[in-house]
């Protein structure tokens, strides 16, 4: 059974920083391409940051382009999404994704919230 784990999220003030993690089972994990979404209620989820699984290259949504930074550990698999300065807009449910053997698997999300 595949399994999306989030953690790490919370209330932070408007600069703040969070780490959400993403502990990943049931997969080959090191073959997965790491996805993080994003979702506030009645829009769709949005693509935060990706990174694949060859070489870990990544890429990111140009609302978060200098203050998020996806990383992977493939020894613990897990994946990591540190959001830095963060603003009122980046609040949201995120969510973890994974894509390994033509199949997705979502996580069940994680709360951020930012506000002072």
């Known amino acids: 059974q595949v399994q999306l784990v989030e953690s790490g999220g919370g209330l932070v003030q408007p600069g703040g920083s969070l780490t959400l993690s993403c502990a990943v089972s049931?997969?080959?994990?090191?073959?997965?391409?790491m996805s993080w979404y994003r979702q506030t209620p009645g829009r769709a989820r949005d693509l935060v940051a990706l990174?694949?699984?060859?070489?870990?290259?990544?890429s990111y949504a140009d609302s978060v382009k200098g203050r998020f930074t996806i990383a992977r550990d493939n020894a613990k698999d897990t994946v990591y999404l540190q959001m830095n300065n963060l603003k009122p807009e980046d609040a949201a449910v995120y969510y973890c994704y994974a894509v390994a053997s033509a199949k997705s698997y979502w996580g069940q999300g994680t709360q951020v919230t930012v506000s002072s």
């Open positions: 049931g997969l080959d994990f090191s073959r997965a391409t």
């Open positions: 990174i694949t699984w060859l070489d870990f290259t990544t």
